[in-house]
């Protein structure tokens, strides 16, 4: 019974080191992508910034229609760059950030279970000698020199 119920936690630790790895493997791929994501976003962002910088520069040696065009495209061109740099924001702090925090969890996880396969090593070791130390003290009763007493 004592050997069912150990085996049982064998499976379960085995059940949770394979949950603790799957996390560990798809959460930083998640994080590295979604990282490497926002840095896109804020490149496209810090460019399209250049853009309105060049725009702005070029309406101002051009004629005064043009120019107003050329500066209302920049300022609502801009507009869009302050919504990205929010994207850029929010997904640091709403993605980026937890998936971060989930190494940690993930590192404290691994130990616990390193800390359970340890403690799961030793009652095994236990048992082991608990149930030799029982199969001797069975086979010496039954021995002739033990049996006069």
């Not at 059940?15 to 959460?27: D, G, I, R, Y």
């Not at 490497?36 to 962002?45: D, G, S």
């Not at 043009?66 to 061109?77: S, V, Y």
């Not at 001797?136 to 020199?145: A, V």
């Amino acid at each position: 019974m004592m050997r069912r119920t150990l085996e049982n936690r064998n499976a379960q630790t085995k059940q949770l080191q394979t949950a603790v790895s799957n996390v560990e493997k798809h959460f930083g791929e998640l994080c590295q992508i979604f990282a490497a994501y926002v840095r896109k976003t804020a490149w496209l962002r810090d460019k399209a910034d250049l853009l309105v910088n060049e725009i702005n520069a070029y309406a101002a040696t051009e004629t005064p229609h043009l120019k107003l065009g050329l500066m209302n495209f920049a300022d609502e061109f801009a507009k869009l760059q302050d919504y990205r740099q929010a994207e850029v924001e929010r997904l640091e702090a709403k993605v980026v950030e937890p998936l971060k925090a989930y190494g940690t969890i993930v590192k404290m996880k691994r130990d616990d279970l390193k800390a359970t396969f340890t403690a799961r090593n030793r009652e095994a070791k236990q048992l082991t000698q608990l149930e030799r130390t029982r199969h001797f003290r069975g086979l010496r009763c039954c021995l002739p020199e033990y049996t006069k007493h």
